[in-house]
């Protein structure tokens, strides 16, 4: 390879301007080898990595920093800057210990969830082939350099500029870049040098995607300098969209913080015409509404999502967006394609049906030999036949030749056994890769069929005609090529004329033509994927592969359903989820999966299937009410378009449902946006889908899925829980200080006393509430209204019961302490501080699931809860009988009765709240949200 030209790579104008070769000469690229790693380490180094922006890791310092970004630190320092002009050096210091303390907590919480998160995103990396050195290999798209030759078909997103060297029937969806919703076709061809970008028909772009066909290109610019980095160069970087899930919460918070700053500003203005100290009654406002304020909520929303989301990963779901971890626990509809997600998605030949009957085959097992047993009937789907071909049918060699070569997949280990075709013996399509498997045990190689009959062309598999075609090189001396066709049985018998029968050609009547398809019907209700093969003598590259065909038969391939899905549906179905399939399968093949799998409950009669044909559109359906009903009713589409999917989506979405979609190609992407919960698979799908779905399943299962559901739900029931036990919790420190202040009594807390009870009772139980597993029937409940609060009226009901509750112990304390005991305000004051804290303590019972037991409850389960007890008794304690934090604190210790007092009258919120809980449960049979509420 030559030195660089003196114009560089990445600095060539107009590359849709010059001929392919020309911009492969400039760029200095071999495009049968590629680039070297000496000259990719060079250009690297000139032009830096491929992305538009790096994602930066968050520095420690900047976390921290963050931690004092809050109105909750701002009231503290307000706070210490009050004691410390009054001279209340102890105080002071204190509130600074505070200030401490509470930012290392949220310091450490935060980097865990931040880091979790950036391991997440990590994950999502895209990757591209490129030619080097001679190979193809898979890289990260950040390592593209100019120069570069990259290897792209359907399903791949474009991370770099690139100049089409080669194509076949390449399209491209630019919608992103120029707006145009329609595909672009593409060829390697030049165009002016001011066409515009969009009728730039030789160029591919970062950020777009290839909707159908393959080809090759060279890296003409990456990084900022392609046509999507100079926009975004352009455009300020955006803050961070807020899911709705913060939006609530940053709402909630500001909320507390205009009623609590008014509730303190009256406490203090109330105390000072009292004849209360200025200096106290300021320091206990503030204190006040930072104890009011719950400042942990964030922190613990954060460690709830991200402890979520990693669990999600661990059983096999990336959620790629937070505000999908809300949505997903009110999923209500699960539209689901069967190919992978309910069935294996491995594919094994079992039957090969020629024109003479059909021969049951059996190319799974560890042997090298295709055993056959030819049968006058259609047999069953898995034959058992024993006998080794030795010399195989003429029509049979023939239908294994054309499944080999019009093939895009590869086999590992040549001459090894492959048994299971779709579990990592090979590369490619799990179909393909069965034929593959099904012609190397009958004796046919692929690598030495194709040295025999060289590929010269390829027309790719098309959607819209549901077959794909290879021109092959031959010496039989009858023409020059052989095209070699396959897919779909009733795309490829329309397009025959001819039939090999018994080894001869023979014209293909339509009497025959009918028997065929009546044979295909009835093996695709087994559950079989049916394909047909066919193939024609040809001199010419050029011509229509797709006429004049000689039929040469089926292949009937098993896929069989998963293992694990009828167990996921049925708890889908005790969740009050409908599993509705979508598929562009024959009816009935998903007719015999959905049985199966037990879709329909369990219904004897065959189940209604919808075919794409018969789909009325959704401005048809709204003006006949009996036909919409039929639809919404129905859980089985077959032979379903991307525009019908999203017609689907859209009906349901109408009707009020939560809607999650499942995908894997790019004809998903539009369907997985428009749902509300799009999901692609991980293994099969393409790079489109995974970018469009907001959860990406790394298993393929459809298990993985419902798994989401329930942590979705978990999740949000956690930050619930946590949220309601944090207010009533605050709420009664208000009421507390409120109602002693109107009534003129001495304040039964005191303001550092406040914000040692808002450190210990607010942040350690509640972060233990947060983490918490799974509440009992999570699953059997029907799903939450995506309109529901996080608090709505009946929580603010129990909230403020609670705290009255709670309001009524501590008081009734202080008061049998200060006119019953007669004892002085030091020691009265230390035994309502001890039952407010030991009653806030107790109260995380109470958020127990009225559905559940007293001694038996996910909060009882829980060993965080009791960690968290253990750690603020211990706290209390030191407290209490370390004489320096004593003397900061204005506590002493109780002594044998005031314990007693403390501990009886802490438990009397205790009390209340299961009885409340236990009166809840008498009243309804089925729970609905947290207990008490």
Not at 517 to 546: F, H
Not at 586 to 601: C, D, K, M, N, P
Not at 613 to 636: F, G, M, W, Y
Not at 754 to 780: K, R, S, Y
Request: aromatic share 6%.
């Amino acid at each position: 390879m030559k030195d660089f030209p003196s114009t560089s790579p990445g600095d060539i104008q107009a590359t849709w301007a010059k001929p392919a070769d020309e911009v492969i000469r400039e760029c200095n690229t071999d495009p049968e080898k590629g680039l070297s790693a000496k000259e990719v380490h060079q250009r690297r180094q000139q032009y830096g990595p491929n992305m538009l922006r790096e994602h930066k890791k968050r520095s420690l310092w900047l976390i921290l920093a963050e931690q004092f970004q809050s109105l909750i630190i701002g009231l503290l320092a307000a706070a210490a800057a009050v004691a410390f002009w009054f001279g209340e050096w102890i105080e002071g210091w204190a509130i600074l210990v505070v200030i401490i303390i509470n930012t290392l907590i949220g310091f450490f919480t935060e980097l865990r969830a931040i880091r979790s998160m950036e391991a997440l995103f990590k994950l999502g990396k895209m990757r591209t082939r490129v030619r080097r050195e001679g190979r193809v290999e898979e890289i990260d798209a950040t390592d593209l350099v100019p120069g570069d030759i990259v290897l792209v078909e359907a399903g791949d997103i474009i991370t770099a500029d690139l100049r089409i060297t080669e194509a076949s029937r390449l399209q491209a969806d630019e919608s992103a870049l120029t707006g145009e919703s329609l595909p672009v076709a593409k060829e390697k061809d030049p165009v002016d040098e001011d066409t515009v970008l969009a009728e730039r028909r030789n160029m591919l772009y970062k950020g777009t995607a290839v909707t159908r066909g393959s080809g090759e290109g060279v890296v003409v610019a990456t990084g900022t300098k392609t046509e999507l980095g100079t926009i975004s160069s352009l455009v300020e970087e955006a803050e961070e969209q807020q899911t709705p899930l913060e939006e609530r919460l940053d709402k909630l918070g500001h909320r507390l913080i205009i009623v609590t700053l008014i509730i303190a500003l009256f406490v203090v203005i109330s105390g000072i015409v009292a004849g209360k100290e200025l200096f106290l009654m300021i320091e206990t406002g503030i204190a006040l509404a930072v104890a009011a304020i719950p400042e942990g909520l964030p922190v613990v929303a954060t460690i709830a999502l991200a402890k979520g989301l990693r669990i999600m990963a661990s059983r096999n779901a990336l959620v790629n967006r937070l505000s999908s971890v809300e949505t997903l626990g009110a999923t209500g509809i699960i539209c689901t394609d069967k190919t992978g997600t309910l069935t294996e998605n491995r594919m094994t030949v079992t039957m090969a049906v020629l024109p003479g009957g059909p021969i049951e085959l059996d190319a799974d097992g560890e042997g090298n030999d295709l055993a056959v047993t030819e049968q006058n009937g259609l047999g069953t789907a898995g034959g058992t036949g024993e006998k080794p071909v030795l010399e195989p049918e003429p029509g049979l060699t023939r239908l294994l030749e054309i499944g080999a070569l019009c093939n895009n997949a590869s086999l590992d280990n040549r001459g090894a056994p492959r048994g299971d075709a779709g579990s990592g013996g090979g590369t490619g399509d799990p179909l393909e890769i069965a034929l593959l498997t099904a012609g190397r045990k009958a004796g046919i190689e692929v690598s030495d069929l194709a040295e025999r009959y060289p590929e010269v062309r390829e027309e790719a598999f098309d959607p819209e005609v549901k077959m794909m075609a290879t021109w092959n090189r031959v010496e039989d001396g009858e023409s020059q090529y052989r095209v070699h066709v396959k897919g779909a049985p009733g795309a490829v018998m329309e397009v025959c004329d001819r039939i090999l029968e018994q080894g001869s050609v023979k014209p293909l009547t339509p009497e025959k033509k009918e028997e065929l398809k009546k044979v295909n019907r009835e093996l695709a209700a087994q559950g079989l994927r049916m394909l047909a093969l066919a193939y024609k003598g040809s001199d010419e590259t050029e011509a229509d592969p797709y006429e004049h065909l000689i039929y040469t038969g089926l292949v009937a391939l098993l896929d069989p359903p998963r293992k694990d899905i009828a167990p996921a549906i049925e708890r889908c179905r005790k969740a009050g989820i409908r599993v509705i399939m979508i598929t562009g399968d024959q009816s009935e093949t998903a007719r015999y999966i959905a049985g199966a799998v037990g879709l329909l409950g369990g219904e004897e009669e065959l189940p209604e299937v919808i075919h794409g044909n018969d789909l009325p559109s959704n401005e048809e359906l709204e003006s006949v009410p009996e036909e919409k009903r039929a639809v919404l009713e129905t859980s089985i589409f077959a032979r379903i378009s991307p525009g019908q999917k999203l017609n689907l989506i859209e009906l349901y979405q109408q009707e009020g449902h939560i809607v999650a979609m499942t995908g894997d190609g790019v004809n998903d992407a539009p369907a997985l946006k428009k749902a509300d919960i799009g999901i692609a698979m991980g293994q099969r799908g393409t790079q489109v889908a995974r970018e469009a779905a907001d959860m990406v399943l790394t298993d393929d299962s459809f298990s993985s899925i419902v798994a989401a559901i329930e942590q979705g739900r978990i999740i949000f029931g956690n930050i619930r829980r946590f949220i309601y036990y944090l207010m009533s919790c605050n709420v009664s420190e208000v009421l507390v200080v409120g109602i002693a202040s109107l009534l003129g009594t001495p304040l039964p807390i005191l303001p550092l006393q406040i914000l040692f009870l808002n450190l210990v009772t607010d942040v350690f139980p509640a972060l233990a509430l947060g983490v918490g597993e799974a509440e009992d029937g999570v699953m059997e409940r029907p799903p939450r209204p995506p309109e529901e609060p996080i608090l709505d009226d009946t929580h603010w009901k129990g909230i403020f019961v609670y705290g009255l509750i709670i309001t009524g112990s501590v008081l009734s304390v202080l008061y049998i302490a200060l006119w019953v005991l007669e004892l002085d305000n030091r020691a009265a004051v230390t035994l309502s501080f001890l039952t407010l804290a030991l009653t806030q303590l107790w109260h995380v019972f109470n958020m127990r699931s009225s559905s559940s037991g007293i001694l038996d409850n996910t909060i009882i389960r829980n060993g965080w809860v009791w960690g968290a007890l253990l750690l603020c008794v211990l706290l209390l304690l030191l407290a209490v009988y370390i004489p320096p934090i004593a003397a900061v604190l204005q506590v002493q210790p109780p002594g044998i009765v005031g314990w007693g007092i403390v501990l009886g009258f802490s438990l009397i919120p205790l009390i209340a709240g299961q009885s409340w809980i236990w009166l809840k449960s008498k009243r309804t049979s089925q729970a609905a949200g947290l207990g008490a509420l």
